[in-house]
């Protein structure tokens, strides 16, 4: 058996640690070909030494060259390349099969459309590049012949519960529920939630993962995100999508069928089953997570999402119903407001008042063009809008 050759965008994550967890169980099956990194110049080194893949990527030629410093020092041959398009040039060439997509945020869609374009095996963690990319991804995703493997949880679910011919699911699906655990405030006083701080947000009651999906999942925008998501992974309508606070993440998602069957997904909660999911797909290997204990399990509960705690979730179907593009607006406003908050410059509340305003302001501007160069503008012009809505909500 030919090894499968992975390259994944952004190593060294949360979703990119687990799969490099994954693989190192199956070295018959998965050869790792290209790593890359933002910041972590430590971390990315260790996983050239373990892996020795045969390219590493960073944003700079100063990180570039620290790694290729470090890469001399212990004699590894690794070529280190430098910047966004070298991350688009490697998603899309031949020596690549597969490509674990797990950069957080809209910079990550470049690379994912490149490797859709070119037809390789796409495994999607990287949800904002779907929220931005939308129509453009999923035709990218037809053209180039990519098979696509949701990574999200609750869609790798809901995948994990249909057939693999995909002409069958319009025909099967009444609706499917995608699982929320509420995040750390589920039951915290509404007027509490203004005071809450990033260290609070990112400690999340079920999941380990990285700082932005942990603040976007106290906000429950990281649900709203996966709404959008969903829209185009299995090409439903938003009324076809529903929610549900299910607070032990055991269920992962539902398919609800037009017979009235309900088909669920369940599992601990450890994002090495999708990863796994998407690496051995139709085939299932070991994961390395730990196994569910029916006899130690509590309870499981469900109870609907509030909306007066939650409102950043109900912009999800808004958005959908809206013209294109305002997914892209939502996402971006949503980056820029996360990563305030954590640097400290906003508070929680206001993640949803900068969201909702900035797409009240440019919503309505809205061009009818969507191509690549197209939705980076308005990501960028999103960008900009939210930070001046954040100026004007400085006291
Ligand atoms: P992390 O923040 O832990 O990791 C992000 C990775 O992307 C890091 O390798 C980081 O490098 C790199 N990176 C960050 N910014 C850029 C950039 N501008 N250009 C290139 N690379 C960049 O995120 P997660 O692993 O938590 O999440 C990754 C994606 O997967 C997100 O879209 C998230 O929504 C999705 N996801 C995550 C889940 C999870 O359990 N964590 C679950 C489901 C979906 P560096 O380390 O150097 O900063
Ligand atoms: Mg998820």
Redesign the pocket.
Known sequence: MNRQRLLI????????T?TLDVVARHPERFEVVGL?????VD??FEQCRSFKPRVAVL?TEQRAAELRGLLAGAGLDTEVRVG?QA?VELAGAAEVDSVMA????A??LPACLAAARAGKRLLL?????LVVGGALFMQAVKDGGATLLP???EHSAIFQCLPEDRNTWARRIDHIVLTASGGPFRQRRHDSLHGITPEQAVVHPN????????V?SATMM?KA?EVIEARWLFDLTPENIRVVVHPQSIIHSMVVCRDGSVLAQLGTPD?KVPIAYGLSFPERIESGAPRLDFMAMKDLSFEPPDRERFPGLYLAWDALRAPAGTTAILNAANEEAVSAFLSGTIGFTAIHSVNARTLDRLQPQLGASHGLDDLLDLDARARTEARQVMKALQP
């Open positions: 965008l952004g190593s060294t994550g949360s979703v990119g687990s890359t990194s933002f910041r972590r971390l990315l944003p966004a991350l797990s950069i957080v945020g910079a990550g963690a990287n949800k904002e590049a990574i999200d949880s999941w380990v993962m990285g700082r932005k999906i942990s976007d990281n995100l994002m």
